[in-house]
């Protein structure tokens, strides 16, 4: 088990504050990779699927 030192604990609570945003990007992508690899059931990935090409395609748009 690893010790984190008080002056990383400080730096990372600061990044999180400064980079909220980008922490809930981060724990959104994972939760999603996780619910996929570990829970999705085959109609939860055909349902996913067409959720994905309509995200792709407006993203294409852009």
Same mark, same amino acid.
């Given at each position: 088990? !690893? @010790?984190?030192?008080? !002056?990383?604990?400080?730096?990372?609570?600061?990044?999180?504050?400064?980079? @909220?945003?980008?922490?809930?990007?981060? !724990?959104?992508?994972?939760?999603?990779?996780?619910?996929?690899?570990?829970?999705?059931?085959?109609?939860?990935?055909?349902?996913?699927?067409?959720?994905?090409?309509?995200?792709?395609?407006?993203?294409?748009?852009?």
């Amino acid at each position: 088990m !690893s @010790k984190v030192s008080e !002056s990383q604990k400080r730096a990372i609570k600061k990044w999180e504050e400064e980079n @909220k945003d980008k922490k809930r990007y981060i !724990s959104h992508r994972a939760r999603a990779r996780s619910f996929l690899r570990d829970h999705a059931t085959l109609e939860d990935l055909e349902e996913l699927e067409a959720v994905l090409l309509e995200r792709r395609a407006k993203l294409n748009e852009k």
